[in-house]
């Protein structure tokens, strides 16, 4: 014999909410999964190394990841740097 019987369950959800680090506009949300990922919206890594690893982490939108983007390009050419063929 089967006997159905209802349980109800509350769970808590984490939800991270990202915004632009440098014009503060809200990139969304995303629900931490029960393992604890949870994808980053508008995720910016670039990391190169010198004298050791220096890396710059941040969340940017379209618009301020093109802007820093083109500042870096500018700066590095500016100091010399030339695009290599």
Wanted: contains cysteine; proline residues 1%; aromatic residues 12%.
């Amino acid at each position: 014999m089967d006997k159905l019987e209802k349980i109800e369950k509350k769970c808590i959800e984490l939800k991270h909410n990202f915004f632009c680090d440098n014009c503060g506009k809200s990139l969304g949300s995303t629900v931490e999964l029960e393992d604890g990922y949870y994808p980053e919206l508008g995720e910016f890594e670039l990391s190169f190394n010198l004298d050791g690893w220096y890396k710059v982490k941040a969340h940017f939108c379209d618009k301020c990841r093109k802007e820093f983007i083109e500042s870096l390009k500018e700066q590095l050419i500016n100091m010399g740097f030339k695009k290599d063929n």
